[in-house]
Nanobody, 122 residues
């Protein structure tokens, strides 16, 4: 499976963006998909994850209440709707397929997409 993140851009604080993670491959629907982000000079940070059927979701405290992860298994796409964006949300956002381990640990994910830049101006 290959994952491709898109939808990033430059937005003012308080604005919204919807990121998309498009997948190719037959096994997409069988796995949870997670979103991570990485700001310059910082480690990759968990943002959100959704189970294979969308039945459960889990968010980092930093985005909880402002973001919604969803998926459309017909379109092989996972979305991350981000609202009330803050300058500290500025980062490259990546999606990846979860294979195991803790939800928040990037080591438990594979098939990382190339990322999409989100920049929030104050």
């Amino acid at each position: 499976v290959q994952l491709q993140a898109s939808g990033g851009g430059l937005v003012q604080a308080g604005g919204s963006l919807r990121l998309s993670c498009a997948a190719s491959g037959r096994t997409f629907n069988n796995f949870p998909i997670g979103w991570f982000r990485q700001a310059p000079g910082k480690e990759r940070e968990f943002v959100a994850v959704i189970t294979w059927n969308g039945g459960s979701t889990y968010y980092a405290d930093s985005v909880k209440g402002r973001s919604t992860i969803s998926r459309d298994n017909v379109k092989n796409t996972v979305y991350l709707q981000m609202n009330s964006l803050k300058p500290e949300d500025t980062a490259v956002y990546y999606c990846a397929r979860r294979r195991g381990g803790a939800w928040v640990d990037p080591k438990g994910y594979d098939h990382w997409g190339q990322g999409t830049q989100v920049t929030v101006s104050s």
